[in-house]
């Protein structure tokens, strides 16, 4: 089991900056990728960004070159820093670890939390 708590949403206007953070607990030496995800009203969740745990990263076109996905291994944290933001980038940010095969390839979730962008 690994359990996850996610902070750092809010309230920007468009081309501000915000910076969510992930931590993670529990079985956290299972852990391979780390990312995030977002879903907004009506549509399916989608994914915005992944980390190896190698650095490796991975992002949704919409968000290159203005999205960052980094990892502190050491304290168990994935974290997404955004810039430029734009009205569509609003949604519910989902924090998403994947353990590794060895220990099942199970995906689990934070609860979540909100970033909106005003016009």
């Known amino acids: 089991q690994v359990h996850l708590v996610e902070s750092g949403g809010g309230l920007v206007q468009a081309g501000g900056s915000l910076r969510l953070s992930c931590a993670a607990s529990?079985?956290?030496?299972?852990?391979?990728?780390m990312g995030w995800y977002r879903q907004a009203p009506g549509k399916q969740r989608e994914l915005v960004a992944t980390i190896s745990t190698g650095g490796t990263t991975n992002y949704a076109d919409s968000v290159k070159g203005r999205f960052t996905i980094s990892r502190d291994n050491a304290k168990d944290t994935v974290y997404l820093q955004m810039n430029s933001l734009k009205p569509e980038d609003t949604a519910v940010y989902y924090c998403?670890?994947?353990?590794?095969?060895?220990?099942?390839?199970?995906?689990?979730w934070g609860q979540g939390t909100q970033v909106t962008v005003s016009s």
């Open positions: 529990g079985s956290i030496f299972a852990i391979n990728a």
């Open positions: 998403n670890v994947e353990l590794t095969p060895y220990y099942g390839g199970a995906h689990y």
